[in-house]
């Protein structure tokens, strides 16, 4: 039961500070009232996800506790080498370079890097929207969902039900459900909680999502997400922004030996050699965020990248030379003089 104070206003809890509101608002009003576009954001009430649809009919109730978020940064591309494109979920891309939109300067510094490196994905974190800023700008405003894939992941999640949690939200906000899942142990090492990730994994695919999967680089893992539903493996190369590079090769290629779905490594590369290497062990695709955004100059190392994914792709597809343990000369002994 609605209870409304004397000056004809009620008591809600909002991205949560608390608030006084005019009673009678639906959603929709309370969220044009804030300069907020409907079309651009998911709301939560109580826990509950509202339906964009019925955002104009749902009223705000004393009491309310309510969530909006949207994404924030948590054209043409040049031709891969002939048509080695990869298929996730059965959408097909060109690049397989998936970059991050955490750690730029500016949104318009982070969308240079994402034109320089030809990805057709970006990773995108939900966060609440800035309620006191109205004029604070968005993600989308320069990095257009219709042209570049979005791929909402649960950045700073570690618990299963948060991380389903913030994923049903992007689902309302822009209708994804091709998502990147990681679910965290610790703050320290930002490694994953193989036991909460699969657990996640398994509730995200029954409400029919397309999971991509972070996960530790252990075979057996990488096969019981796959078994679990994920549609993409991506197994940590290092810690989460450590750019220390690809530590363990074995195991990496044992995973894309055992793996039905596409395997992109995620995490820990710090330049484009690292890239290289991924793609040369058979990856699909290499993700990364801080390589590129840290760099002195992000622009052109996200240019850099790109040529690394793409030289590395195609040294794995020709096939390297055989190790040998001693010389074998290029040229023929015989004949000398």
């Known amino acids: ?19 006084r509101v005019h009673a009678g608002l639906t959603i929709a009003a309370l969220a044009r009232e804030l300069g907020l576009m409907t079309e651009k ?16 009919h749902v009223m705000v109730e004393d009491g309310d506790e309510l969530e909006i978020v949207h994404f924030v940064g948590g054209g043409d591309h040049a031709a891969a080498v002939d048509a ?18 955490g750690k730029y300067k500016d949104f318009a510094q982070n ?24 004029a604070a700008p968005m993600l ?12 909402p992941n649960t950045a700073g999640c570690f618990d299963a039900e948060s991380a389903v949690r913030t994923l049903r939200l992007a689902r309302e906000a822009g209708g994804w459900d091709l998502v990147k899942l990681e679910v965290l142990g610790e703050a320290r090492t930002l490694y994953p909680d193989m036991r909460e990730t699969l657990k996640a994994t398994e ?28 549609v993409a493996i991506m197994p940590v190369g290092a810690p989460i922004g450590s750019g220390l590079g690809i530590q363990n ?3 990496i290629r044992l995973i894309v030996e055992g793996a039905r779905v596409p395997v992109l490594v995620d995490a820990g ?12 062990l058979g990856c699909d695709g290499v993700l990364m965020n801080t390589a590129i955004a840290e760099a002195r100059d992000p622009i052109a190392m996200a240019a850099a990248m790109k040529l690394a994914v793409e030289s590395g792709r195609l040294a794995y597809r020709a096939g390297r030379m055989g190790r040998r343990m001693y010389a074998d000369p290029s040229s023929p002994l015989a004949g000398l003089i």
């Not at 039961?1 to 608030?19: F, P, Q, R, V, Y």
């Not at 989308?140 to 791929?151: A, G, Q, V």
Request: glycine share 6%; hydrophobic share 45%.
């Open 269 to 280: 590369v710090g330049t484009a050699s690292d890239a290289a290497v991924a793609m040369e």
């Open 41 to 56: 954001v998911a709301v939560e009430r109580n826990l509950e996800i509202v339906p964009r649809s019925t955002l104009d």
């Open 1 to 19: 039961m609605n209870t409304t104070h004397a000056d004809g206003t009620i008591s809600i809890t909002l991205n949560g500070e608390h608030k």
């Open 203 to 230: 509730t995200l695919v029954r409400d029919g999502f397309k999971p991509m999967v972070y996960c530790v680089d252990d075979p057996i893992a990488a096969k019981q997400l796959e078994e679990a539903g994920a």
């Open 111 to 134: 969308a240079a890097a994402v034109a320089a490196s030809g990805a057709e994905i970006v990773t995108v974190a939900v966060r609440r929207v800035n309620i006191s800023d109205r």
């Open 249 to 251: 090769r074995v195991t």
């Open 84 to 101: 080695d494109t990869w298929t996730v979920a059965g959408r097909t891309f060109r690049s397989r370079l998936i970059v991050g939109t």
């Open 140 to 151: 989308t405003d320069f990095i257009d969902p219709e042209k570049i894939t979005y791929l």
